[in-house]
T-cell receptor
């Protein structure tokens, strides 16, 4: 079975501050990991993905995430928050054992203060 | 098309009625997924198609829900005897071959009154 836990339903930062959104996964086989962003009344947009290879992956809009197998984590970071980053962020995992069907976390709402 | 297209974008229906939600995936994508998203929650898996066949329908909540993809492209999610608890955003996604990233549509917001 595969699952994802996102720590913190809400994260609040000031504009220009570091963004850190936490994601831990559970999987008995090597995972594929994803971060998606959802703006109000819109679908999910892929930010970045890890499948194999380099464990530090860079995505769109200045976001990056690091796959840490020993910690079963895939935290999302951005050095400097912009007001436009305010949105809902979802971490997802897929595996061969789960037919590569993505399983999503409950989401973290990022709030950016001026 | 350029992206995953879902119609309608909004649907209001009366309790007990039948509804159909349509998904047009990215051209050439063999894998198609339906998810349901309730307010404040992450997407919840419903059903997965590989080509024309439902490879995994373990997420369908009960037999009122059914989905088809007869020609391996467009898919329709069908809900019979709708209940107020079915109110949610229904998301469709597609991927190239099922083991790459999924691309999502804008969703259909279903409201059962």
């Amino acid at each position: 079975a595969q699952s994802v836990t996102q720590l913190g339903s809400h994260v609040s930062v000031s504009e220009g501050a570091l963004v850190l959104l936490r994601c831990n996964y559970s999987s008995s086989v090597p995972p594929y990991l994803f971060w998606y962003v959802q703006y109000p009344n819109q679908g999910l947009q892929l930010l970045l993905k890890y499948t194999t290879g380099a464990t530090l992956v860079k995505g769109i809009n200045g976001f990056e995430a690091e796959f840490k197998k020993s910690e079963t984590s895939f935290h999302l970071t951005k050095p400097s928050a912009h007001m436009s980053d305010a949105a809902e962020y979802f971490c997802a995992v897929s595996t061969s054992g789960g037919s590569y069907i993505p399983t999503f976390g409950r989401g973290t709402s990022l709030i950016v203060h001026p | 098309g350029a992206g995953v297209s879902q119609t309608p974008s909004n649907k209001v229906t009366e309790k007990g009625k039948y509804v159909e939600l349509r998904c047009d995936p990215i051209s050439g994508h063999t894998a198609l997924y339906w998810y349901r998203q309730s307010l404040g929650q992450g997407p919840e898996f419903l059903i997965y198609f590989q080509g024309t066949g439902a490879a995994d329908d373990s997420g369908l909540p009960n037999d009122r829900f059914f989905a088809v993809r007869p020609e391996g492209s467009v898919s329709t999610l069908k809900i019979q005897r709708t209940e107020r608890g079915d109110s949610a955003v229904y998301l469709c996604a597609s991927s190239f071959n099922g083991n790459t990233e999924a691309f999502f549509g804008q969703g259909t917001r279903l409201t059962v009154v």
